[in-house]
């Protein structure tokens, strides 16, 4: 079993940064890929970023490539989405993800997930 809470979401203005963490319970943590996902209002969930066990590869939608970075610290089980030059479309909520095994997190595959925290960008 597996807890995920994010944290690190807020309000900023378009063109600056934030930090997401999810911070995971349980002592395997190293042995899930771990993602994070977002949700604007009425639309799907979509996925945003994904990062290996050692997080030694990591893959990226093509809306935050070169502008999100995802990396992990599995001393202590936590995954970071730092976040720069952000834009009003990238106002969601933004949800980490845990998949077991070595496949990346989808939306309809992944075992668990956080409670979601805010991100709002205004223009």
């Known amino acids: 079993q597996v807890q995920l809470v994010e944290s690190g979401g807020g309000l900023v203005q378009a063109g600056g940064s934030l930090r997401l963490s999810c911070a995971a319970s349980?002592?395997?943590?190293?042995?899930?890929?771990m993602g994070w996902f977002r949700q604007a209002p009425g639309k799907e969930r979509e996925f945003v970023a994904a990062i290996s066990w050692t997080g030694s590869s990591t893959y990226y939608a093509d809306s935050v490539k070169g502008r999100f970075t995802i990396s992990r610290d599995n001393a202590k089980n936590t995954v970071y989405l730092q976040m720069n030059s952000l834009k009003p479309e990238d106002t969601a909520v933004y949800y980490c993800?845990?998949?077991?095994?070595?496949?990346?997190?989808?939306?309809?595959?992944?075992?668990?997930w956080g409670q979601g925290t805010q991100v709002t960008v205004s223009s």
């Open positions: 993800a845990a998949r077991y095994g070595s496949r990346w997190p989808e939306v309809h595959e992944s075992d668990y």
């Open positions: 349980g002592r395997t943590f190293s042995s899930y890929v």
